[in-house]
């Protein structure tokens, strides 16, 4: 079976700077779909970055930019010119590529605040 | 065009009671699926509908059911509530057809069942 860990439960970074959530992933599958989502207090769960496992070249868009790295089984997500709306929690989710395994697996979450 | 809409938003029921969720996802899609999310064991999948047949389906007892309409509209019944099934109940829509499921999600704000 599939299993996503976020081993940081909290994270902080002030405005205009940097930071990377980590995200790590078992499977046994070659193809597959990874993603990070993120929930703000409002509840509404937004795709942020999704990657594809056959893609080699890490998906970016705008400031969230991915480091996903197959072999270890590594998906983390790099937040550049944090904002302060960027405050939510972020979830790293896997889904597999066919078969019945069409549903999302999350993991446990980061909660990021941007501080002014 | 409108995005997936969760109905009701805030619940509160007494333990043994039943409840009803509904999810209309966002026009075109076919696929919803259903995910229950608590503080505990974070985001989990319930089950997947499409196509008004139930084709995927997460670890939950027979008490969790739904169903789909030919609109596509789901629900989702929690027959014999219990405590431990106050959570948040997210639902998420695709445009995932027979051949391709693995497009993105799009979720909706969620019903926040109380059981007391």
């Known amino acids: 079976a599939q299993t996503v860990t976020q081993s940081q439960p909290e994270m902080s970074v002030q405005e205009a700077e940097t930071v990377t959530l980590s995200c790590t992933y078992d499977t046994s599958e070659s193809n597959y779909y990874l993603f990070w989502y993120k929930q703000p207090p409002s509840r509404q769960m937004i795709l942020v970055i999704r990657?594809?496992?056959?893609?080699?070249q890490n998906a970016t868009e705008n400031r969230f930019s991915v480091n996903f790295q197959k072999a270890a089984k590594s998906f983390s997500l790099k937040i550049s010119d944090s904002q302060l709306g960027d405050t939510a929690m972020y979830f790293c989710?896997?889904?597999?590529?066919?078969?019945?395994?069409?549903?999302?697996?999350f993991g446990k979450g980061t909660k990021l605040s941007v501080k002014p | 065009k409108a995005g997936v809409t969760q109905t009701p938003r805030y619940l509160i029921k007494t333990r043994g009671q039943q409840v009803t969720l509904s999810c209309s996802p966002i026009s075109g899609h076919r696929s919803v699926s259903w995910y229950q999310q608590t503080p505990g064991q974070g985001l989990q999948f319930l089950f997947e509908?499409?196509?008004?047949?139930?084709?995927n389906k997460g670890n939950f007892p027979g008490r969790f059911s739904g169903r789909q309409f030919s609109n596509s509209r789901s629900e989702m019944n929690v027959s014999t509530l219990e405590l431990g099934d106050s959570a948040l109940y997210l639902c998420?829509?695709?445009?995932?057809?027979?051949?391709?499921?693995?497009?993105?999600?799009?979720f909706g704000q969620g019903t926040r069942l109380t059981v007391v």
């Open positions: 989710a896997f889904r597999g590529y066919g078969g019945s395994q069409g549903n999302l697996i």
């Open positions: 990657q594809e496992a056959y893609k080699q």
């Open positions: 509908y499409f196509s008004e047949t139930q084709r």
């Open positions: 998420a829509s695709s445009l995932a057809t027979a051949g391709l499921r693995n497009t993105e999600a799009f």
